[in-house]
């Protein structure tokens, strides 16, 4: 009643609008007004003509019609340029929303692409209702016929359900009145442990990730949850998110406030650091967990109501399909987390520790006086050992604690590789299958290297943010319609980010700079209309456009994150790997630059800090950070 109430009042006063269906038709460029296809239309008729007759005036009347026909399109090019500058100067003040949406279409262009896919025999499918039907039957899948029984799990143990819904109230409809109805409905479903079947059903869009267009498994389905269920469910993320926290294991990083990519990414560059300057070898298992689960709450803590009213979500969870503005019928979700919901992060963070409390051992590596033997960020996992036997043990017990818990290792996306200085074999296997030996690996982003070194990544970068410059070349960075802000906007926002990923971890050489610097000129240069053959000066240039030097920025979140580690508490991962020391006997050879001597140095340089007084100024936050921001920026080369 409630839903239905809130659903009539809505469409009464604003109407409802249909998602998801593509417009189909034949695209139209934004020039091509009815004035310029006449003017091409008499353009073809004219030299039709003039090819049955060829006289000298057909003649002069095609040439005359070309040249019209080209005046017409390059004014209404013109135009329609003008006016796609004036919608993104007022969607860049008003709407930034459409504005990122149209920067979005114009780098990766429109496309509605799940409307034509395999089936599963590899037919090719075109009917709406055949393709719909396909999806279904594709998430189906995940769905096993013989996962445990509320006996066999244990009474701690969570049966979940799927991913999604969408449902057509809106958050925006919910005013005071609304509101004060809703937290009457949550307390009646705390009350009595059931929730309404709307918060239980989703709806599943496909969203593509990587290769083939056509194949349903690269896709990933995103949940569409009804809000008023979101509320409720934050409510109850929240009450167990104070039961489990102190309880979660250093090693996971992912779905934790105040941590990120950057601390996972540093521990292990750090790991790499140590171990090949003392020449120490590092077995390494990338492991990739294919869509699957089951999982245990009791036994962290979490009382029986709370856990009854988690169920509750759980207990009649069905999904249904949206493909191109057509649903398909609803099916049975039995296991999976709903994606999107409040409370997947932390009940997935559970999941985790609990698969790899359960799969530790005496393995693992040491880094100075700290052991470790895995590192995990929601479900990119990485084992760690310091010997192929050592990892093959522990990768046993983690898959044989997966199979338990009702998940999967994908043997063809888990990799292994090794940190040596000589070549050395890693044959690891998940039950018969042989996982393949790399020479590099993305993680989190970053590519990490069997020698330990970081240019491949940074190549990487450069040629990512190239990638984005020439996406947004024609149509943004050089469009005269467009003001500087929106330039610069973009620049702030997609290409400084693209070019500096994972800048916390990198000892900045001369080259290095050297490198980033003429990335970022190359785009500032394109904005200012400039170019190379102007001979202006690169500091001009950012004067002129109100921009600081984009090393400026990596070198003060450099110390910044320096500050971060030096203020960790005991106990935090990457604040113990920054201040362990580990030892052996370093090979013949100058070693390497440490991170933590080209900080300092960085320090003593641009702040006059000494080392045995960093720690110290470091400590205290807002001296620390005031010291960053009045940090200037280094002179100019040349």
């Known amino acids: 009643m409630f839903h239905a109430s809130i659903v009539e009042a809505a469409d009464g006063c604003c109407g409802h609008k249909v998602v998801g269906a593509c417009r189909g038709g034949n695209a139209c460029t934004r020039w091509w007004t009815p004035a310029v296809r006449d003017a091409v239309r008499l353009k073809k008729e ?29 004014e209404a090019k013109t135009r329609a340029w003008e006016e796609f500058g004036k919608a993104m100067e007022n969607d860049f003040r008003t709407a930034s929303k459409r504005l990122w949406t149209t920067i979005r279409h114009v780098r990766k262009g ?16 075109t009917s709406t209702r055949d393709v719909v039907d396909r999806w279904k039957e594709y998430f189906d899948l995940f769905n096993p016929t013989n996962v445990p029984s509320s006996e066999e799990a244990g009474p701690g143990d969570l049966g979940t359900g799927s991913r999604i819904s969408g449902v057509e109230i809106a958050f925006k409809a919910l005013d005071v009145v609304g509101l004060s109805w809703l937290i009457r409905l949550c307390n009646i479903a705390w009350t009595c442990g059931a929730v309404p079947l709307d918060w239980q059903t989703g709806v599943v869009v496909p969203f593509f990730k990587k290769g083939d267009r056509w194949v ?127 409370l997947s992060p932390i009940l997935f963070r559970i999941f985790m520790d609990r698969i790899s409390r359960c799969s530790h051992g005496v393995e693992g590596i040491r880094f100075g006086d ?27 017990r983690f898959t044989a604690t997966c199979e338990a818990a009702g998940m999967k290792i994908s043997t063809s996306k888990s990799e292994a590789m090794v940190l040596n200085r000589k070549k050395v074999e890693c044959l690891l296997r998940v039950k018969e299958e042989i996982l393949p030996q790399v020479e590099e690996f993305k993680y989190l982003g970053v590519l990490f290297m069997s020698e330990g070194r970081m240019e491949r990544e940074i190549d990487r970068r450069i040629s990512a943010a190239s990638v984005v410059m020439r996406t947004l070349h024609g149509s943004v960075v050089v469009k005269r319609e467009l003001s500087r802000k929106v330039k610069l906007l973009i620049y702030r926002s997609i290409f400084g980010p693209t070019l500096t990923y994972g800048h916390e971890l990198l000892v900045m050489t001369e080259r290095t700079r050297s490198r980033v610097q003429a990335a970022e000129m190359s785009f500032l240069r394109r904005v200012a209309g400039l170019s190379l053959r ?105």
Request: aromatic share 8%.
């Open 216 to 342: 349903c498994s690269n896709y990933r389905g995103i949940s569409l949850l009804s809000l008023p269920g979101k509320v409720y469910s934050g409510v109850l993320e929240r009450r167990i998110r104070r039961i489990v926290k102190p309880q979660i294991q250093e090693e996971q990083c992912g779905f934790r406030p105040g941590c990120g990519t950057v601390d996972q990414l540093y521990t292990l560059s750090r790991v790499f650091e140590g171990a090949w300057e003392f020449a120490q070898p590092v077995h390494m298992c990338f492991v990739d967990l294919e869509k699957a689960f089951d999982w245990v709450l009791r036994e962290y803590g979490v009382s029986g109501p709370l856990i009854r009213a988690v169920r509750s979500l759980y207990d009649q969870c069905q999904s249904l399909l949206r493909i191109a503005g057509s649903k398909s019928n609803s099916f049975p979700v039995r296991v999976g987390l709903r994606q999107g919901c409040p």
């Open 46 to 74: 004219l030299y039709q003509a003039l090819l049955a007759c060829g006289t000298s005036e057909a003649a002069d009347r095609c040439r005359q019609a070309k040249r019209s026909a080209a005046t017409a399109v390059a």
């Open 110 to 125: 429109k496309s509605c692409n799940v409307n034509t896919v395999y089936s599963g025999n590899g037919v090719l499918l």
């Open 534 to 638: 102007d001979r202006v000066r690169s500091s001009a240039i950012r004067e002129e456009l109100g921009v600081e030097p984009l090393l400026l920025r990596v070198e003060r979140s450099q110390m910044r994150w320096l500050g971060h580690l030096v203020r960790m508490p005991p106990g935090r991962l990457p604040g113990e790997v920054f201040r362990a020391c580990p030892s052996g006997r370093r090979p013949p050879g100058r070693p390497r630059t440490r991170w933590r001597d080209y900080v300092s140095r960085l320090v003593w340089e641009r702040l006059g800090i000494p080392p045995d007084e960093l720690e110290d100024i470091a400590g205290v936050r807002e001296v620390w950070a005031s010291l960053l921001r009045l940090l200037p920026p280094r002179p100019d080369p040349g």
């Open 370 to 396: 700290l052991r470790t033997g895995s590192l995990l960020f929601a479900d990119d996992v990485v084992l760690l050992a310091s010997s192929a036997r050592d990892l093959q043990l522990t990768l046993d």
